[in-house]
């Protein structure tokens, strides 16, 4: 199975400020048709996750623009240009190319 | 709006069974392949299943084979997973998911303890 690294587990954040988080595959998530599947989700307390980024770089509908998704091949990363009190909460990067589809273990913003 | 509505959790005892439906609306159902992941209590997120839209085929997390099966009805715009042999491991709760784990269910608990 790929494995999903995030780094870091845990992000101390400054409201305001900007917030950045790794996500670290174990092979490629080019899939054959070209496309890299690489999601971002948010999970708020007592919630079902929510998807923030698709296939690297694109935002769903209603995502605020301070998020934005990068990366290619192995290595991905999703920015939160100025955190806000809202964006406080864990985020999960997920491979969708190769079955099972896998998630890294999770980062947790805090206020610092 | 897409909504999906997970049901059938419950506390069950080593080796029983449950099964999960999903109610699915506000897409076309028959034309996306679905997924159910978990989450185990404090604990991240595992792909346990999918199926094509048409249910020619079905994939499985190794920890589940032989042990997990997920149907779907189009007519009915439900998706299924049965649970059989269930482990105190498999105590979670457990998401539909449409496509490329895109939206998600409320989740429905199962717990499995004696």
């Known amino acids: 199975d790929v494995v999903m690294t995030q780094s870091p587990l845990s992000l101390p954040v400054t409201l305001g400020q900007p917030a950045s988080i790794s996500c670290r595959s174990s092979q490629s998530l080019v899939h054959s048709d070209g496309n890299t599947y690489l999601n971002w989700y948010q999970q708020r307390p007592g919630q079902s996750p929510r998807r923030l980024i698709y296939k690297v770089s694109n935002r769903d509908s209603g995502v605020p623009d301070r998020f934005s998704g990068s990366g290619s091949g192995t290595d991905f990363t999703l920015r939160i240009s100025r955190v806000e009190a809202e964006d406080v909460t864990i985020y999960y990067c997920?491979?969708?190319?190769?079955?099972?589809?896998?998630f890294g273990q999770g980062t947790k913003l805090e206020i610092k | 709006e897409v909504q999906l509505v997970e049901s059938g959790g419950g506390l069950v005892q080593p080796g029983g069974s449950l099964r999960l439906s999903c109610a699915a609306s506000g897409f076309t159902f028959s034309n996306f392949w679905m997924t159910w992941v978990r989450q185990a209590p404090g604990q991240g997120l595992e792909c346990v299943a999918n199926i094509k839209p048409d249910g020619s085929e079905e994939f499985y997390v190794d920890s589940v084979k032989g042990r997990f099966t997920i149907s779907r009805d189009n007519a009915k715009n439900s998706l299924y997973l049965q649970l059989n042999s269930l482990r105190a491991e498999d105590t979670a709760v457990y998401y539909c998911?449409?496509?490329?784990?895109?939206?998600w269910g409320q989740g429905t608990l199962v717990t499995v303890s004696s």
């Open positions: 998911a449409r496509g490329w784990v895109t939206d």
């Open positions: 997920m491979q969708g190319t190769h079955w099972p589809y896998t």
